[in-house]
């Protein structure tokens, strides 16, 4: 893993471009917004495609129904937009399973960003899963300075089978994929926003690299 724990400041951590969290109508952008904030950066709420394409680094959250957030993307063409972007992307929750190849939700297409689909948990196991859960198996620069069995906090009733770009790993009645990374893609099935001191470092470590 590099070294990534650099201090923060009130500027973008690099490049002129900033920071955009993707507005598209489907993601709890605020609280991702006010999570930045904390460590002391600025984020732009958008879904300009010149915004986004100029970004230093790109966040795509996403909360609801697969079928619907993934229509309101195609409505703005930001479907064709995301899987080529050249900057660090970290996707958050639904954003992480859109960048799948197919969702079962919905019997949704994905952006193919990640050569997975998203199944749903077993009708034997509570859905949605709501609360804290450990992450372990952690292979990335995104977890420098991240112990693991660290509680992140996740809300979901589809998951991520474990697969080649599984980053770490979750257990709910079965061992499932809790990050992925391929190339400058990133996704996180957990909230790092809500997840205190760890998810923020989570965070920190995202804004923190380097192009």
Same mark, same amino acid.
């Given at each position: ?72 993307? @195609? ?50 196991? @509570? ?85």
């Amino acid at each position: 893993m590099g070294q990534n724990n650099q201090q923060t400041t009130s500027t973008p951590p690099s490049g002129a471009g900033g920071i955009v969290i993707i507005n598209y109508g489907a993601g709890n952008i605020q609280s991702i917004k006010f999570a930045i904030q904390r460590l002391g950066y600025e984020a732009v709420l958008s879904d300009n495609v010149e915004e986004i394409i100029n970004a230093d680094k790109v966040i795509f959250p996403g909360v609801g129904e697969a079928s619907s957030a993934m229509k309101k993307l @195609k409505s703005t063409g930001l479907d064709k937009l995301i899987p080529t972007l050249k900057q660090p992307v970290l996707g958050i929750c639904l954003g992480m399973q859109l960048m799948c190849n197919y969702c079962e939700e919905g019997d949704t297409k994905g952006l193919g960003i990640f050569d997975v689909d998203v199944v749903k948990f077993s009708n034997t196991m @509570k859905v949605p899963q709501i609360g804290w859960n450990e992450i372990y198996n952690l292979k990335s620069e995104l977890f420098e300075g991240i112990a693991e069995n660290e509680y992140m906090y996740l809300v979901h009733s589809y998951y991520v089978p474990l697969n080649d770009e599984a980053i770490a790993t979750t257990e709910y009645g079965i061992k499932y994929a809790s990050a992925l990374q391929k190339d400058n893609f990133y996704g996180v099935q957990f909230h790092p926003e809500k997840s205190g001191d760890v998810g923020e470092q989570i965070l920190k470590n995202f804004l923190n690299f380097k192009l």
